[in-house]
């Protein structure tokens, strides 16, 4: 069979440009070489849903930044995401930094970004009581939101299988050539695929992947890694808003995020490297980036540290977002340097790779059977009391409490299990259903999930993976009961 379009990458890129062309009549397969969708960028950020005050007018990144903020209001309605509505402060600490936030002031009404204004530090100390003395003024943002990202890319891409999207994963795409209008694609297991359309959404590897099917690339990715602390979510109340330093030529800064489940992110750094890969954190940027945090509030909570992690910018040497069709391979789209912003941008990415290059060229006719909603699973703890009463009487396996940080049963962890993008790793199940996210990171629980992954999916302990493919914990049996 011969494929419309095969999208490389189950990020939150490619994860929404599928959603977006399961609008339309076409067959269409999203390959993911890792086991899970998101294990990527898409997983280790920041998580916020930017304003659009950042990008230069007139960028790729400003447009799609400022519709892909609204498009979220749309994605919350549609599928159930999770979306914590709680605006942003850039903070000033005197005069030369208040220049700054004039120049972002005029930026932001330039992009179109609604409601920002000035306040001053006694207005600011107000609503934020943690912020710094030296503070003199802050640039309020108050369309910036912050969202649960893994859950996003899962949630699009299971809306899009609803409405017939093919999702793969485990499948690494190595060998690229087109033939008679039609691509070949191969992936390293020996899998097969044509396609009319190849789509490379594939991250901080889209420069790799590109480079398969055409001989000069036009840009290169230059990886730069982002460091982290993360504190437990009983930190709740220490701070309503994300705030930004005034940016610097590295970027953003070091940022204070409350999630949406209430932990702080704290975070990150920019350094550039080599490999796409590396996501470990070093000493030494864990302190760059507490000193980075000490601009913004006092007292920082660091005994509720509860993790640290990295994540890796997939920069590239373009510096705006690349996306447009090859002018070498006719029918190849690059999606690629998709850097900050691009979680707040990919709804309107996928919109934009869609309506502003696909539809150029092909009539799609509309899908009249797409179905735009999607539900999340409910976690028993958020249950109202008549509603766990039903739930408990359908599946008494509600009554088992597996993560006593998080509260989460083995009825919760059974659903995300057997969810459509299913948590069959242990982090997998993590990431969907918040089990082992919590003070004691899964020390006490983890093993109580791997095997429950290894029940319901009638595999052995030792088949379960941690995160990555071949990450299982357990290698083989060393004692045999007789
Ligand atoms: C530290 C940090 C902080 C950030 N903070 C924010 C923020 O707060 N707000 C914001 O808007 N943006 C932020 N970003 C940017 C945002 O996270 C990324 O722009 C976004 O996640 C990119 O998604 P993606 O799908 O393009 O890439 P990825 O999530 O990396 O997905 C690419 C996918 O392609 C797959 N792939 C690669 N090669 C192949 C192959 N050969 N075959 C098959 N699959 C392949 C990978 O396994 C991966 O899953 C941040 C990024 C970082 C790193």
């Known amino acids: 069979m011969t494929y419309d379009f095969l999208i490389i990458g189950g990020g939150i890129t490619g994860a929404a440009i599928a959603r977006e062309l399961t609008k339309y009549e076409a067959k269409t397969i999203l390959l993911e070489k890792e086991n899970d969708a998101g294990n990527h960028a898409t997983s280790a950020n920041s998580a916020i849903i930017h304003s659009g005050h950042d990008p230069m007018p007139g960028s790729l990144k400003a447009l799609l930044n400022v519709e892909g903020n609204k498009l979220y209001d749309v994605l919350e309605e549609e599928l159930d995401i999770p979306l914590f509505k709680n605006g942003a402060f850039m903070v000033a600490h005197n005069d030369e930094e208040e220049k700054v936030l004039e120049k972002y002031l005029g930026r932001a009404k330039e992009n179109g970004v609604p409601g920002v204004k000035i306040l001053d530090a006694k207005t600011a100390r107000q609503l934020e009581?943690?912020?710094?003395?030296?503070?003199s003024k802050v640039l309020s943002l108050p369309t910036t939101k912050v969202t649960y990202p893994w859950e996003v890319a899962i949630a699009m891409i299971e809306n899009a299988m609803d409405n017939g999207l093919v999702f793969a994963k485990?499948?690494?795409?190595?060998?690229?050539?087109?033939?008679?209008?039609?691509?070949?694609?191969?992936?390293?297991?020996?899998?097969?695929?044509?396609?009319?359309?190849?789509?490379?959404?594939?991250?901080?590897?889209?420069a790799r992947v590109a480079a398969l099917s055409e001989e000069a690339v036009p840009y290169r990715i230059t990886p730069r890694k982002g460091e982290y602390f993360v504190l437990d979510r009983r930190v709740q109340g220490f701070l309503s808003r994300t705030l930004y330093p005034t940016p610097s030529e590295k970027g953003k800064g070091i940022l204070m995020v409350p999630q949406y489940h209430g932990n702080i992110l704290i975070g990150p750094n920019s350094v550039y490297q080599d490999s796409p890969d590396d996501v470990?954190?070093?000493?030494?940027?864990?302190?760059?980036?507490?000193?980075?945090?000490?601009l913004l509030t006092k007292n920082i909570p660091y005994h509720k540290n509860i993790r640290t992690f990295a994540g890796v910018r997939a920069s590239s040497t373009h510096g705006d977002f690349y996306i447009r069709e090859s002018l070498q391979k006719?029918?190849?789209?690059?999606?690629?340097?998709?850097?900050?912003?691009?979680?707040?941008?990919?709804?309107?990415?996928?919109?934009?790779?869609?309506?502003?290059?696909?539809?150029?060229?092909?009539?799609?006719?509309?899908?009249?059977?797409?179905n735009p909603i999607r539900k999340h699973v409910k976690l028993f703890d958020d249950m109202s009391e008549s509603e766990k009463e039903e739930a408990f009487k359908m599946d008494n396996r509600y009554g088992n409490l597996v993560c006593k940080c998080e509260r989460i049963t083995e009825g919760d962890i059974v659903r995300h299990i057997q969810r459509n993008v299913p948590g069959d790793t242990i982090k997998g199940v993590k990431k969907r259903s918040r089990a082992g996210a919590g003070l004691c990171q899964g020390g006490y629980c983890e093993h109580q999930v791997m095997k429950l992954i290894a029940r319901e999916l009638g595999k052995d302990v030792t088949e379960v993976d941690y995160f990555s493919n071949h990450s299982n914990i357990l290698k083989e049996e060393t004692k045999v009961k007789k």
């Open 129 to 135: 009581p943690n912020l710094v003395d030296s503070v």
């Open 170 to 206: 485990k499948k690494e795409v190595n060998i690229i050539y087109r033939e008679d209008n039609v691509f070949t694609v191969k992936t390293r297991d020996g899998s097969t695929y044509k396609s009319r359309y190849v789509i490379n959404a594939a991250g901080a590897y889209a």
């Open 280 to 294: 470990s954190t070093s000493k030494a940027g864990l302190s760059s980036v507490k000193a980075g945090a000490e």
């Open 330 to 370: 006719e029918n190849f789209i690059h999606v690629a340097g998709i850097d900050s912003p691009g979680l707040s941008a990919a709804p309107a990415i996928g919109r934009y790779v869609v309506e502003a290059i696909i539809m150029k060229k092909e009539s799609l006719k509309p899908n009249e059977a797409f």
